[in-house]
């Protein structure tokens, strides 16, 4: 068991002895102690008593002796615990015992992650990179938790732009030898007609119904549009090192034959209301600054189906037939509305029930260093693949000035594009800024790469092994305290799906390792010592490789 839900178990038995009843003991790291819980004052309320005396009642229900070198009632009614040496040494040797370092797998719960969700046919810009940076970091640590997680990669494959696509296909040829080049030129192209050429506008609109009610050579023309999508999306997933694969696609065209179904359903569950021709969902407590009820649209005017209807049936078939007890979708923030009417929608149709659970998984926006949305210089969307060649190049620049091993450019250059976007609260924007993130100090990807290359190093150049951990140091005890709140906060991002919360302890811990190593000598100590501390440097390392990997960075051995 984790050090923290020991104490949590043990003064929760105590705080109940009191109060007669469960009571959360509040527990917290502390300035003043290695820990306080702060429980007291709220139940002082309850009880109608002064704080101070709840504390030290909880004390005397549980005096804690045999974890505690020392406890106290401090201020208002805080209750201040200082752990006992031998505790941090044997609870550290445990957790180094453990293949899961003392994060216990959990009750596995299956869980769909929309993610990433690239639009087929167009450049993947760096709008996307967010949902798969941080939908990998998510589907990572859950796995790792032990749920069964389903990866969607909802994939915009499907609607009206294919109808321009696939013509400008047929014009080009490219459909022959089935090269279509660059696709963010293809698309452009294709555009630059649609806008111009009526001819071409009104071909398109026929494509578009001719894919939708399935003509097989139109399908096939979509097919070579979608396969090269595919493979260039699978490139990028490889350079980020992104978990997903072919398998996990689950495009909107694979709702298609399902959309007339939901919007039957829904019809019969009295939902569809017309709206101007169209049949829409209404979700009730959604409305326009006009006070107008705002529609999600199910069926158009011309008996298509879009991307609202799309989602439906993708929420239907992921709690339905995939069984989803836990649903995340990792997209922009600008589609707050659409997933909560979408949300809303499926507990009226009877989809959502109080089983389970469902959270649009938000985030800001990339922005450049002049602080606003990242451009070129050109004034277009940057190019996902431009944006990391340069990130590696910048990375393999900064190596060489450190004499190191330029292998490891890749890994330090992507680590460090990763690491920037999750280390931000993913609620907020975040500046895309090459120097920033590179640098090989301050809470970055290099910098925590650096930390654990560093103690690997010590490893080849000792020629002792760990030993038993005997904790003394007051920079040794910290170090146990950080090293031990690891399942804390693997726990906290679960819930919270906020990366940033590890990235912030990982950071933590590569300070808290310094500052050890800075006062306690390891390989100049008597042996005994010495082995312990090898053994504290050991669990750091394994600590922080698995922090970088479940946010889905690589930890090279040497930098
Ligand atoms: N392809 C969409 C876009 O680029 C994102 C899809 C997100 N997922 C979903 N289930 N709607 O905006």
Redesign the pocket.
Known sequence: MSLESVLHARLGAAFAAVAGAPVDPVLRRSQHADFQADGALGLARRLGKPPREVAAAVLAADPLDDLCAATAVAGPGFVNLTLRADVLSTMVAEMAADDRLDVAAVEPETVVV??S???AAKEMHV??LR?TIIGDAIVRLLEWLGHRVIR?N???DWGTPFGMLIEHLVDTGAAADSSVGELSDFYRAARRKFDADEEFRERSRRRVVALQSGDPRTRELWQVLIDRSVAYVGEIYARLGVTLTPADLAG?STYHEQLASVADELERRGLLRDSDGAQCVFPAGFTNRDGEPLPLIVRKADGGYG?DT??LA?LRHRVTDLRATRLL????SP?QQ??RM?FAAGREAGWLTDGVRVEHVAHGSVLGTDGKMLRTRAGETVKLTDLLDEAVARAAEQVRERHADESVAPAVGIGAVKYADLATDRLRDYTFDYDRMLAFDGNTGPYLQYAHARIRSIFRRADAEPGDVVIAEPAERELALVLLGLPTVVAEVATSLEPHRLCAYLYGLAGAFTAFYERCPVLRAEPEVRASRLALCALTARVLALGLGLLGIAAPERM
């Not at 979708?329 to 922009?332: K, T």
């Open positions: 929309d993610y969700a690239p639009n709008g996307h949902s969607q909802h994939l915009g909107e991307y799309t989602d993708a979708y990792v997209v922009g589609q659409h997933f979408i």
